[in-house]
């Protein structure tokens, strides 16, 4: 739907440089009054640009009266107008398709986030594994229908659930350190992927503001402010399918100053599995935000979510191939599991003047995980079995703090940004026991309680000579393990602490808006789990890496983006993932170096081309060749598609995905098999009324979703054997969907 956002742009002479010019001050706002962020200004007399920030402000130097601005953003028809700094009138910019030359290459560290923008615009997201699957080269494996988190792939790292990514939402982590099931454990089903308004993402361990376990990357989500309509939606698909999802605004829609709403979401599936799976999963999600008339902002944000699920593990190869269990069978289906998590995130946002700003956020969760698994069968125990209940009952309390400024030494234009904060974790009854069928329990191997804590600080600098920003950056911090081991007979609080420094270094050269270079560097790393730390002196407490990118982003034509890296990476310690107890531990030193390509093409107004290519190579430094391969490290992926964004009412996409073949172990003796999967979706939208259909694998192939090379011993065999142990991949899934705007 087609309107006009109307921008007031209030010109105020700030400073008086008779020659170059002044800096003026606007501020744009839609038809409602309210703020819009990212709009582009440019001049171009002076080539002087700049953009405006969350209140819709922005300065722009060196203007003289009647220099001609350009002014737009992506999804907005670019206007250009004459500066009048005495007599400034509003200007009318009318919503457009989207134009991919309306993208302006800027100098920014984390500066391939456009990528992200024009993807969630030209194929929205409806599932929590879509949204992941937005960031460039970022491979997921789906467990347990969407029970556990995804098993995560990125740059030739198995990120088990998220040991070396960094995952976020409205600046509250994600990831769970210490976690039962393994460390770093990201479970992103708490966010409704219709209220995701931004993805910002980076690669490597070059981002001061990013810490513990940013190492092979991040991703940052951002929930919207506001909802541009009231919906409620009906999902149907195959296997006893059914979501509600159901978004609406509870302030008048006209007030400028205040926004609030809330969602809620309801899904319902069996999955494909012979053993039905029984998932459940209910999120409820509101978000306040208020602006005030100092240019600051406030916003609260609460949210509950809870899942409970049966499984069918991950089945051996073996007993498929001799036709025991089917394709979707299982060995123990007493599997399974629940979760819940409940959030509470404040945030401020305050600009002290035209040249600095200061923003806060904190937050509270309260998290519980139990997970019941079976990896090995009756390896351990051939009388009961090896099942495991993984458990945990955790709070999580932290504080995000950040300054920054922008002036002019010289010709030099500088900004920095400066931070503290930090993150404590307090986690009750951390268990790992045997059990049978759920209910008994045999043995309890761990159980304990967790304290650890991270505080931090950093400080991040941007000097822009000419054509070349020079970004050195520098971050401290502060960790705090403790454990005390409830198996023992005797109290005893274990402790270690650890200080580190990481040191960051990036240069960006601009040589127009159309083109730029990187070189980035820097030093990250990921803690290690409390209970390996204070009982192995000789593990790595938080073990370091170092990283380095030499990348490009063009635009070679109007309607044309390339952008390609070249990197690498060394790990001071790797993490292995341990069938027999289905946990993580850390291993040796590793290294890794690749590529990226990345390709966006619109061919027309409506029709959208995208390709990312990521190829790498992983290997440990300490064992010989040819037994020193990283289990399940990928080293090639590829994805493409093509997007229809709003033509004549319509809009969908079909896309694929690759994985190559991969080691499960260290001498590559066991292969991971790779995959290639296609998928469709289609929706019409009349009015208020959408329609749509989806379809996951479209041509129906059979492939395993998530992999590991593990010994296991079924109650007949008289010895173990140790092959591919797999979780079947989603095969055909049809699903329709209607929903009603308001």
């Known amino acids: 739907m087609r309107f006009s956002i109307f921008i007031l742009l209030g010109f105020i002479a700030t400073s008086t440089l008779p020659i170059l010019g002044q800096t003026i001050k606007g501020k744009i706002i839609n038809l409602n009054g309210k703020p819009i962020e990212g709009v582009q200004i440019f001049n171009i007399r002076t080539d002087q640009h700049t953009h405006t920030n969350e209140f819709g402000i922005f300065t722009l130097e060196k203007t003289q009266h009647n220099d001609i601005l350009s002014i737009g953003g992506l999804g907005y028809k670019t206007k250009e107008i004459k500066a009048n700094l005495s007599d400034p009138e509003p200007i009318v910019l009318d919503e457009d398709v989207l134009r991919l030359e309306e993208v302006v290459i800027h100098p920014k560290l984390a500066g391939l986030n456009f990528i992200t923008a024009i993807d969630l615009k030209v194929t929205p997201v409806n599932s929590s594994q879509e949204i992941l699957r937005k960031v460039p080269g970022l491979f997921i494996g789906q467990h347990a229908g969407g029970g556990k988190a995804e098993q995560l792939f990125l740059r030739g790292f198995d990120l088990d659930h998220g040991t070396d990514i960094a995952i976020s939402v409205d600046g509250m982590p994600v990831n769970m350190v210490s976690h039962a099931h393994g460390q770093g454990y990201a479970d992103l089903h708490f966010l409704i992927p219709e209220t995701v308004e931004q993805i910002d993402f980076g690669k490597g361990p070059y981002y001061a503001d990013k810490g513990d376990l940013a190492t092979a990357g991040y991703v940052a ?125 404040a945030a401020y946002y305050k600009a002290i003047d ?26 351990e125990d051939p009388i009961n079995g090896d099942q495991i209940r993984q458990k945990e009952n955790r709070d999580i309390f932290g504080l995000n703090t950040e300054w920054g400024k922008t002036l002019n030494l010289g010709d030099v234009k500088t900004s920095i940004q400066g931070g503290v904060g930090f993150r404590a974790d307090a986690t009750k009854g951390s268990e790992l026991s045997r059990t049978k069928e759920r209910y008994i329990t045999l043995d309890r191997i761990m159980l304990g309680d967790i304290d650890q804590s991270n505080l931090f600080a950093y400080i991040n600098s941007q000097f822009e000579v000419g054509k070349l920003t020079i970004a050195p950056a520098l971050r401290i911090d502060q960790f705090q393990f403790n454990y005390q081991d409830k198996l023992d007979s005797v109290y005893k609080n274990q402790g270690v602490k650890k200080t580190l420094v990481s040191p960051k270094l990036n240069f960006i050269y601009s040589e127009s808006d159309n083109l730029q270079f990187y070189l980035k560097s820097g030093m990250g790393f990921h803690s290690n789990d409390t209970r390996v730390v204070v009982t192995d002196k000789n593990k790595k407490t938080v073990p370091r890496v170092f990283g380095s990118d030499l ?52 061919l027309n107004n409506w029709i959208f081309i995208d390709a990312d290519a990521n190829y790498a190579f992983a290997r440990t430094i300490d064992e010989p060749k040819g037994e020193n391969y990283i289990p399940l490290a990928p080293d090639f992926t590829s994805t493409a598609g093509i997007g229809l964004n709003n033509w004549n009412g319509f809009s969908g996409s079909f896309r694929f995905r690759f994985m190559n073949n991969r080691p499960a172990n260290e001498d590559n003796s066991i292969i991971a098999d790779g995959y290639a999967i296609f998928d469709l979706n289609l929706n019409y939208q009349y009015k208020g009324l959408l329609t749509g259909i989806s379809i996951e694998n479209l041509f129906d192939t059979k492939w395993k979703e998530t992999q590991f090379a593990t010994e296991s011993r079924l109650n007949n065999e008289p010895t173990s054997v140790e092959e591919i142990h797999f979780t079947p991949g989603t095969p055909f899934f049809f699903r329709a969907r209607i929903g009603y705007n308001f």
């Open 354 to 379: 035209d040249n600095t700003y200061f923003k806060a956020n904190t937050f509270y969760s309260k998290y519980k995980f139990e997970l019941y698994s079976n990896f090995t069968f009756f390896l």
């Open 551 to 602: 990348g490009s982003i063009w635009k070679p034509i109007p309607r044309l983006i390339v952008n390609s890296a070249l990197w690498y990476l060394y790990s001071e310690q790797e993490f292995v993932y341990v069938g027999d107890i289905g946990i993580i531990e850390p291993s040796g030193k590793s290294r890794r170096m690749g590529a990226d390509l990345g390709i966006r093409y619109q």
């Open 221 to 345: 989500f951002k929930t919207k402010e506001k909802l541009d309509k009231s919906s409620v939606g009906l999902e149907l698909g195959q296997f006893n399918t059914r979501r509600i999802i159901g978004m609406f605004n509870i302030l008048d829609h006209n007030n400028a100053n205040q926004d609030a709403y809330i969602a809620t979401e309801y899904l319902l599936t069996d999955g494909p599995f012979d053993a039905p799976q029984n998932f459940k999963r209910i999120n409820l999600f509101g978000k306040y935000t208020s602006r005030f008339n100092d240019n600051s902002k406030f916003s609260l944000t609460v949210s509950h979510f809870t899942s409970k699920w049966d499984a069918s593990g991950q089945i051996p190869l073996r007993l498929v191939n001799d036709g025991t269990i089917s394709w979707f069978g299982a060995v123990d289906d007493t599997e399974g599991g629940n979760t819940s998590r409940t959030n509470i995130n």
